[in-house]
């Protein structure tokens, strides 16, 4: 690789500070609204839902532009991403099937446990 190849490599990799800064802001932001679910008491699924949708936004947020996602080939991007997903779904898959469990020994043996 020659010099020229470097330094191109490394001004393609630069990024402006203004990004990194606007990202911290939205993510102080969302760690603000996450605080102040629980600050006024919010409560049921509502509460779950908000907290889990900041979460999600930070956490997209941090990998994409922290973690440099948002520049990388797709094929690294399905590489890192679909494992979790996988997971996600043999987990609601065990969860369907534990109801199924309790309820069909809640109806034919008269108790769930």
Known sequence: MSDADVQAAHERIHHPISLYLKVWGYLFVLSTLSYLVDY???????????ILLFMLLKAGLILSIFMHLAWERLSL???ILTPPLVLLVLVRIMTIEAHYA???RAIFMGGGG
Do not use: C, E, K
């Not at 006024?40 to 908000?50: A, C, K």
């Open 77 to 79: 991007i399905y590489a």
């Open 102 to 104: 309790f309820w069909t």
């Open 40 to 50: 006024m008491h919010v409560q049921g699924i509502v509460r779950w839902t908000l």
